[in-house]
């Protein structure tokens, strides 16, 4: 093992280094910058974080495994592979894959997260309050870890994501609900609803770009009240509308991550719709395969959006043919 410099923060992930503890306190300058493209090392990381935190960081002598910043095409192979099992083989936490799921504490977010932490992946999941987060972080187990993050307030998003130093896998699935029309419409719940999921979505992303790399890829939900709107789904039709034209804009700018949109139709084993099954019956009648869309269907099209290489810009719907009706 060679020799290297590596930092513990004062935070959570210095319990992750703590063998790196204690030797010295410098106090983190600009000259501290160190994030590109490339895939960041522990110290870019910590020196990251102390910048933002205006804080010291600790550094310290220790032996650890060299992290490597070039992309070898066994390594590629190897992240294929991994993705599906992170643990296999006795992978560490800088090898595991990262995945962030913004809004994972619940429905469809809280699966898609539960089957990132089964594959042994590094997992964190974002609901409006810290402690609900890391609640749930707790529930799903594995190496999960909650934040607090309200995207009705852009502004704030950077600071909430400061720790997360590395993304390979990005799943966008928050949401709260507006029920408006336009013959009663209350502009601010639509701009509010408008704000998280169009400009809070872009903010994240704007935010977690540069922790990603040329192999990370990313899904965000958008749903079928795009193409078929039902009574009170002004906004909802509005939102999921701009997020199947948002795709093409970040594929094109955030070449190469890869970008894709699923949209499915109503989940009927989601917390929303499961006490509600009329709605849920009225929808399995109208559907060709006479069965309703699950979240086991979602986690498995978002599985198969963010690993397949060669699926970019995609806005896939999965509905059991409802829209062919
Ligand atoms: N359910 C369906 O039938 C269906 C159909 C088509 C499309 N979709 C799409 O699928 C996605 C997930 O739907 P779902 O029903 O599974 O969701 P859900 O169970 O209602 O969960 C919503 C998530 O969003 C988070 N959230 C709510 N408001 C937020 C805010 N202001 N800032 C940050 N996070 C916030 C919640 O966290 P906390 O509660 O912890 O704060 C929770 O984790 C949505 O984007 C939806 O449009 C769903």
């Not at 503890?21 to 910590?46: D, N, Q, W, Y």
């Not at 994501?161 to 966008?172: E, I």
């Not at 949401?175 to 999921?197: Q, W």
Request: positive net charge.
């Amino acid at each position: 093992m060679p020799t290297e410099h590596v930092v513990a923060c004062l935070d959570h992930r210095a319990s992750l280094r703590r063998e790196a503890l204690p030797i010295r306190a410098v106090p983190a300058t600009s000259s501290f910058t160190g994030f590109g493209r490339e895939r960041p090392s522990p110290i870019h990381v910590v020196r990251r974080i102390a910048l933002i935190a205006g804080a010291y960081v600790i550094v310290a002598p220790c032996e650890i495994p060299r992290i490597r910043d070039d992309r070898s095409s066994q390594r590629r192979v190897r992240s294929a592979d991994r993705s599906f099992n992170c643990d296999a083989g006795g992978i560490s936490m800088s090898e595991r894959i990262h995945a962030v799921v913004i809004g994972g504490t619940s429905g469809i977010g809280r699966h898609v997260a539960e089957s990132f932490a089964g594959r042994g992946c590094d997992v964190v999941i974002t609901g409006r309050t810290e402690d609900r987060a890391k609640g749930v972080a707790g529930e799903i187990g594995g190496h999960t870890r909650g934040l607090g993050l309200d995207l009705t307030i852009p502004e704030q998003i950077p600071v909430a994501l400061a720790d997360v130093y590395k993304v390979d896998r990005l799943v966008l699935t928050a949401l709260e609900r507006d029920h408006n029309t336009v013959r009663d419409y209350r502009p601010a719940d639509a701009t509010r609803m408008l704000t998280m999921k169009l400009i809070g979505y872009t903010t994240v992303i704007h935010t977690l770009a540069a922790r990603m790399s040329a192999d990370s890829s990313a899904v965000l939900l958008g749903g079928l009240a795009s193409h078929r709107p039902y009574p009170g789904s002004t906004t909802v039709t509005t939102a999921n509308g701009g997020i199947s034209a948002l795709v093409r804009t970040l594929v094109t700018e955030l070449a190469p991550i890869r970008f894709n949109v699923l949209h499915p139709s109503l989940v009927a084993d989601t917390p929303y719709w499961s006490d509600k099954p009329q709605a849920c019956e009225a929808v399995k009648e109208r559907t060709p395969t006479k069965r309703l869309v699950t979240m086991q269907d979602c986690t498995e099209a978002i599985m198969f959006l963010l690993e397949n290489r060669s699926v970019n810009g995609v806005n896939l719907s999965i509905d059991g043919g409802e829209l062919l009706i």
